[in-house]
């Protein structure tokens, strides 16, 4: 599907961007191959949600309150069905300027794939299985929101210390990674000591965007001993410049799957589809020649974004406008649908082929990643997209 069928009237997500004729940053949308920016439009809103149209971050308009929103998009909806309105106001994508859309508050990276643990534990062990915890309650970890970039920032492979056959080292990573994900953008936030219900959850997510978690997975197995993931993945995270709102995905809502075992009563769902039909692709770039790597989709999930909201607040953590929750690698069980190349090569034992018959473990230097994810038509993210630079000299 052409990016331009990403954003049909159905859509209208929200980004930031400058250009020529708007060269301070400030709320866009985009409609087919047109970005618009709102301050240009008479739109119904309140004069919080107006306040906010010229700020260079969409922090101020995640933090207003979802009726004010959901007046924003129906005015926006109203504005744009008027093609002398888009001829008028629209710039044509190419001639702007797309930047990172949020202030990031924090960064918290979940696990929500059944299939993306059960294929990395078969990988690193041998054998499928799963941590504990995984079936209790999403697994989660604070990660580093310094180092979040906008797609097409390059990514440089990172220094760090690694053990093989014994020996330690130091130096560039020898296992460069991607990882397929989604986040979701808080904007509504919560006071310290306080829980968000799973019921309230969705009046807390602004919107949605791609994200890649890229990693560097013998530095991330190395430092795991007994700790979480630092160096291994906080040199770079890459997302989409687009926030897609629920309101454009509730069309595409569906059920998730089955627990396999009771859960707590706070994460005890009740809304009939509380997850989202959400078709989830991945390229490997090599050579300017693409090689789809990866097809999955959200709806596999075993947690959802609510789970996320519900878990993350449980213990009184408290959400703050920006706030970045992602989750995890989003995978299937088939050996196309891996999100990430430690999945697919079994921990770097198997070799993949590519488009132009050259085969790979991990990405080497000038290798790219791009992601996408659409739902049905009209509805969509456009791409994340990274390509990897040498390691700096040491």
């Known amino acids: 599907m052409a990016y331009t069928e990403h954003f049909s009237i159905a859509n209208l997500p929200f980004g930031i961007a400058s250009c020529s004729a708007y060269p301070e940053k400030a709320v866009v949308t985009r409609l087919h191959d047109f970005v618009v920016f709102l301050a240009d439009l008479s739109l119904e809103c309140s004069y919080a949600v107006k306040s906010t149209l010229t700020k260079p971050t969409l922090n101020g308009l995640a933090a207003v309150s979802k009726a004010e929103l959901h007046q924003l998009r129906s005015s926006l909806k109203k504005a744009l069905e008027d093609d002398a309105v888009v001829t008028k106001s629209g710039h ?73 056959d014994g020996s330690v080292s130091f130096g560039p990573t020898k296992a460069m990674d991607y990882e397929l994900e989604l986040a979701a953008i808080v904007g509504k936030p919560t006071k310290l000591g306080d829980s968000v219900a799973l019921e309230d959850a969705d009046d807390h997510i602004f919107g949605l965007v791609l994200l890649n978690d890229w990693s560097a997975r013998d530095i991330q197995g190395f430092e795991m001993k007994p700790l979480g993931p630092m ?20 069309p595409f809502a569906t059920a998730a799957p089955a627990k396999d075992l009771p859960v707590s009563t706070f994460l005890s769902e009740t809304k009939p589809k509380p997850s989202y039909d959400i078709k989830l692709e991945a390229e490997l770039l090599r050579d300017e020649n693409p090689t789809t790597i990866c097809k999955s989709n959200v709806s596999w999930m075993y947690w959802t974004f609510r789970d996320l909201i519900a878990q993350h607040t449980i213990n009184g953590c408290n959400l703050n406008t920006g706030d970045v929750l992602a989750t995890g690698t989003v995978s299937g069980v088939g050996d196309d649908e891996h999100g990430c190349l430690a999945e697919m090569t079994k921990g770097g034992k198997v070799q993949v082929e590519l488009a132009d018959g050259s085969q790979t473990t991990y990405l080497q230097d000038g290798d790219g990643v791009r992601i996408t994810a659409y739902c049905g038509n009209g509805v969509g993210f456009g791409d994340c997209t990274g390509f990897i630079t040498p390691a700096r000299s040491v």
């Open 231 to 250: 160096n291994g993945k906080s040199f770079c995270t890459s997302i989409s410049p687009w926030a897609v709102t629920l309101d454009a995905l509730e």
């Open 92 to 164: 044509k994508v190419d001639d702007v300027s797309l930047h990172l859309p949020i202030s990031v508050a924090g960064f918290f990276d979940f696990s929500c794939s059944k299939d993306h643990v059960q294929n990395m534990e078969e990988a690193i062990f041998g054998k499928k299985g799963m941590p504990p915890s995984f079936l209790h309650y999403p697994v989660g970890y604070t990660g580093t929101s310094s180092s979040i970039v906008v797609s097409g920032t390059q990514v440089r492979r990172p220094l760090g210390v690694t053990a093989a």
